[in-house]
């Protein structure tokens, strides 16, 4: 009798939501809500169709200026040494290259991020089982405050679904991994959605799943609740006529059959680092998002060997691309009429 009520409940709840989805342009729609206020057209496409918006890097906000621990091992040799033996004048300049996202996690939420990428690490020498993220060096917060942040802020979005990318990881052993994913499922209990074939929006709000755990790991075998990783075409250029021409040779070869990023972020290299010494890498990602944008409008998600589904970028919530990336799902309209 109580599952009767619960599926009276679900489909009352889902008549609602079809008297109020939205009939503009998608790229008004309110970015909070925006999955919950998708035309019902699309309720019914496999996700991995739709153009959804991510953030590179997304926990790089709250890096750790004062921490002793070196330059984590993903840098450079030669970064590496400067920090060494002349840390207090090498960590101010790593920093400011380092960080991605300059917005907190929630608020990166509200803008319309439906993508996670989460690099994880357990800091050098310490002795706690503390996890942290981490771009050059390690964050202040810990990876379980930042997953309750994020389970708050879905109790008061419920039609809303997040992809969380957890990769790169840093000094994890097994047992810290075990911890890892406890704590994932302790967090986010019942919201957890099992890696399955293929998922929509409407089977997602009628079981009450909002969360799709990637895990970079072989122990994702051993958990139901884990999805295999999810591809990231990261072109490595620091220029964005570089770029695009990369992602323009992925596309070329085919989509993945699921879930996968085209990656608009770009990469500083050493060289370029060290050309361009009063600049930051903000300053680097906001002068090419203008010609960045264009591309990312020409693009149209869907199942088509050059089709997108995820773009995630930097500084997610100081440029327009997350309602550009949601536009794109008006191109789908037409084939589910």
């Known amino acids: 009798m109580k599952q009767l009520y619960v599926q009276l409940g679900q489909q009352k709840e889902m008549s609602t939501v079809d008297a109020t ?9 309110p970015t909070d809500n925006w999955m919950s206020h998708l035309p019902c057209a699309l309720w019914d496409l496999p996700l991995c169709n739709l153009a ?18 070196p330059v984590d091992l993903t840098q450079p040799d030669m970064l590496q040494k400067l920090d060494k033996y002349m840390k207090p004048l090498i960590r101010p300049f790593v920093y400011k290259w380092a960080i991605t996202q300059e917005s907190g996690v929630k608020e990166q939420l509200d803008a319309g991020v439906r993508y996670c990428d989460l690099r994880i690490a357990h800091r050098p020498n310490d002795h706690s089982n503390d996890l942290y993220f981490y771009h050059g060096v390690y964050t202040t917060v810990t990876v379980e405050t930042v997953l309750k942040e994020i389970r708050e802020w879905l109790d008061s979005h419920p039609r809303e679904v997040l992809i969380l990318s957890f990769s790169h990881f840093l000094g994890l052993n097994q047992e810290l991994h075990r911890l890892l994913i406890e704590t994932i499922k302790n967090v986010f209990v019942t919201k957890l959605c099992p890696k399955t074939e293929s998922i929509n929006l409407r089977n997602l709000w009628q079981l ?18 884990l999805w295999a990783p999810i591809p990231y075409w990261w072109a490595n250029k620091c220029k964005a006529d570089a770029l695009i021409e990369e992602l323009e040779r ?37 002068s090419t ?15 088509g060997t050059e089709s997108i589904n995820i773009i995630a970028g930097d500084f997610i919530t100081e440029s327009q691309l997350v309602p550009t990336v949601i536009a794109l799902n008006e191109n789908l309209m037409q084939w589910t009429q």
């Open 21 to 29: 989805s939205f009939q503009g342009s998608l790229k008004d729609l």
């Open 250 to 286: 992925r596309k070329q070869r085919g989509r993945p059959g699921g879930f996968f990023v085209a990656g608009i972020n770009l990469t500083e290299d050493l060289k370029y680092i060290c050309s361009h010494p009063t600049e930051s890498l903000k300053d680097l990602v906001m």
């Open 208 to 225: 009450g799943y909002q969360v799709i755990i990637s895990y970079e790991h072989n122990i994702l075998n051993q958990y139901e609740e």
């Open 52 to 69: 959804i918006p991510g953030s590179h890097n997304t926990v790089t906000y709250c890096l750790d200026k004062n921490n002793r621990s």
């Open 289 to 303: 998002y203008p010609e960045l944008l264009e591309w990312v409008k020409a693009q149209c998600p869907g199942s």
